[in-house]
C-alpha cells in the first residue's frame, strides 16, 4: 500500500510543515508563539487521522496498522479528535434503525 511519488518538483511532506510553519511564525509580528508544539501537533494529527480514516473507510485496525500505532492508541486519537463520532464504528456506517 506504500505509494511513492516520483516527481522531481514535488516537495516533502517535512518540506510543507517547514514552510507553513515558517509561514505562522512571520505572521506573528514578533509575538512569541505559546505551546507552538502542541498546536502543531493538533493541526496535523487531524487532518492525518481524518485521512487515514477515509483510506481504510473507517476500519480502526488497518488505520491503526499503516499509522504504526497501537488500535487502543489510535481510538484515543480518534476521540480525541472526532469525539465518538469515528470511535466504536465505521465512518459511513449507518446506524442501525428499529422498523
Request: charged fraction near 20%; charge should be negative.
Amino acid at each position: 500500500m506504500s505509494t511513492t511519488i516520483t516527481s522531481s518538483t514535488a516537495k516533502t511532506l517535512g518540506a510543507h510543515i517547514t514552510e507553513t510553519v515558517q509561514n505562522y511564525l512571520n505572521q506573528l509580528d514578533g509575538n512569541d508563539p505559546i505551546d507552538l508544539y502542541n498546536f502543531v501537533l493538533e493541526e496535523v494529527e487531524m487532518p492525518f487521522f481524518r485521512a487515514v480514516m477515509d483510506y481504510t473507510n473507517g476500519n480502526q485496525v488497518q488505520a491503526a496498522q499503516i499509522s504504526g500505532i497501537s488500535r487502543g492508541t489510535l481510538r484515543k486519537k480518534l476521540k480525541k479528535y472526532f469525539g465518538t463520532t469515528l470511535v466504536g464504528r465505521h465512518a459511513g456506517e449507518n446506524e442501525r434503525q428499529d422498523d
